[in-house]
């Protein structure tokens, strides 16, 4: 089993910033971890995601590169998502979560490829 606990969610106001942590425990047979977002009425989308063992890359989705930057301590198996310009259609539970399947050449963007989730910590930015 692999325990995630979100935290830093909030409300916050249209421009400014926020970090998200995601703390890991449990197995250590993690291949990946990434961040997933649902906003109301909307489907869970991918926001990025870090490998482990075989890599250290991280990918992100188009459209959030500089403004959201993933980093991880690895010494702490904490990742975070540091959230910069927040707008209002950021307002979602953010969730994270990890992989302890191996797939080679993948970048874990579909979150059917993650074992563990966490229980969400919820963005609201409204003015």
């Known amino acids: 089993q692999v325990q995630l606990v979100e935290t830093g969610g909030g409300l916050v106001q249209p421009g400014d910033s926020l970090r998200l942590s995601c703390a890991a425990s449990g197995r250590t047979d993690i291949y990946a971890m990434g961040w997933f977002r649902q906003a109301p009425g909307k489907d869970r989308e991918w926001l990025a995601s870090t490998l482990f063992k075989v890599s250290s890359r991280t990918f992100y989705e188009e459209s959030l590169k500089g403004r959201f930057t993933l980093s991880r301590d690895d010494a702490t198996n904490t990742m975070y998502l540091q959230m910069n310009s927040l707008k209002p259609e950021d307002t979602a539970n953010y969730y994270c979560?990890?992989?302890?399947?191996?797939?080679?050449?993948?970048?874990?963007?579909?979150?059917?490829?993650?074992?563990?989730w966490g229980q969400g910590t919820r963005v609201t930015v409204s003015s």
């Open positions: 979560a990890a992989a302890t399947t191996l797939r080679l050449q993948n970048y874990y963007a579909d979150q059917a490829e993650y074992d563990y």
